[in-house]
């Protein structure tokens, strides 16, 4: 009973560099999301992915790409880190309640 | 602009008392609330939510109360636990809106 599952748990990356922040969910739910959550600010939104082939900017979208590759995953992609992007990442699938992963931590040295 | 606001950023309370955990809100077209709960290093999970057709749901030792006039709701755990060691945080979304608004977050520390 998996949930969510996101990848990788640790990262670290230099300024400039690029990565993608994988994420997986097996409830067949329709709706899925990438927060990022900082000391002091809750849990903000990126981008969200309201069905199979569509994504929206969330509060924060700058800086970052997503795909919603099927129904299951929703990567979120770092084209040129930067240390403001120093955070923790949660990814989520919803029906009524949204499920959060693991989180993802990476810092940007 | 933050539209759902917690804004008591820590909370301590000893074992066997009522912990409440206060939120606020500013979009009048929220209609449905949620409270999270999460432990250090991992992701937050759902504890208990409300609509807004709804004044008051309870689970166990878990009741949340909307006071929609307040644009106002609370969450109090009665009798509070060790476990309840976490932080807290409260969520609203509109009837059809896809996404949730967090607030910042309450961190509870359950002394014994």
């Known amino acids: 009973n998996a949930g969510v599952t996101q990848t990788p748990k640790f990262q670290v990356l230099k300024t400039g560099q690029s990565m993608t922040l994988q994420c997986a969910q097996d409830m067949n739910h329709n709706s899925m999301y990438w927060y990022r959550q900082d000391p002091g600010m809750g849990l903000r939104l990126i981008y969200y992915?309201?069905?199979?082939?569509?994504?929206d900017k969330g509060e924060v979208p700058n800086g970052y790409n997503v795909s919603r590759l099927n129904k299951r995953e929703f990567s979120l992609r770092l084209e040129s880190a930067a240390p403001s992007q120093t955070s923790v990442y949660f990814c989520?699938?919803?029906?009524?309640?949204?499920?959060f992963g693991e989180g993802s931590w990476l810092t940007v040295v | 602009d933050q539209q759902v606001k917690q804004n008591s950023p820590s909370l301590s309370v000893q074992e066997g008392r009522i912990s409440i955990l206060n939120c606020d809100y500013t979009?009048?077209?929220?209609?449905?609330f949620l409270w999270y709960k999460k432990y250090p290093a991992e992701g937050p999970t759902f504890l208990i939510s409300?609509?807004?057709?709804?004044d008051k749901n309870e689970d166990g030792r878990f009741t949340v109360f909307l006071n929609k006039s307040a644009k106002h709701l609370s969450l109090h755990i009665v009798p509070s636990q060790p476990g309840d060691s976490a932080v807290y945080f409260c969520a609203a979304s509109g009837s059809g809106d896809y996404k949730l608004s967090f607030g910042a977050g309450t961190t509870v520390t359950v002394r014994a």
């Open positions: 989520a699938s919803r029906l009524d309640t949204i499920y």
């Open positions: 992915s309201a069905s199979e082939g569509t994504t």
């Open positions: 409300i609509s807004s057709i709804k």
């Open positions: 979009n009048s077209m929220f209609d449905y």
